[in-house]
């Protein structure tokens, strides 16, 4: 069976970066070949998509996150990234990777920004 395991959230001020990751393992998931994605839920609000990367690399970003998000991905690792850069409090949500469909979410990992 495929896992999608996320790290690397935290605790962190406005204005500082993180990166996060999300790894693919177990089952028969030919990570190359599919479209990675990076959504966020904040408390009380719905899940909401952040970003995401095609196999051939090609990405969208949520006007939110334009220009302070990267994502991107390492096939060798079966792993997608997500930069975050210049953080504000409203960044602050349980952050998720999804994989081709809605059978592949991962866990969630935590990301608050806050003085």
């Known amino acids: 069976q495929v896992q999608l395991v996320e790290s690397g959230g935290g605790l962190v001020q406005p204005g500082e970066s993180l990166r996060l990751s999300c790894a693919a393992s177990?089952?028969?998931?030919?990570?190359?070949?599919?479209?990675m994605a990076w959504y966020r839920q904040a408390p009380g609000k719905q899940r909401e998509l952040v970003a995401t990367?095609?196999?051939?690399?090609?990405?969208i970003y949520a006007d939110s996150v334009k220009g302070r998000f990267t994502i991107s991905r390492d096939n060798a690792k079966n792993t997608v990234y997500l930069q975050m850069n210049s953080l504000k409090p409203e960044d602050t949500a349980v952050y998720y990777c999804?994989?081709?469909?809605?059978?592949?979410w991962g866990q969630g990992t935590q990301v608050t920004v806050s003085v």
């Open positions: 999804r994989g081709p469909t809605d059978a592949y």
């Open positions: 177990g089952g028969i998931f030919i990570f190359s070949i599919y479209t």
């Open positions: 990367i095609t196999s051939t690399g090609f990405t």
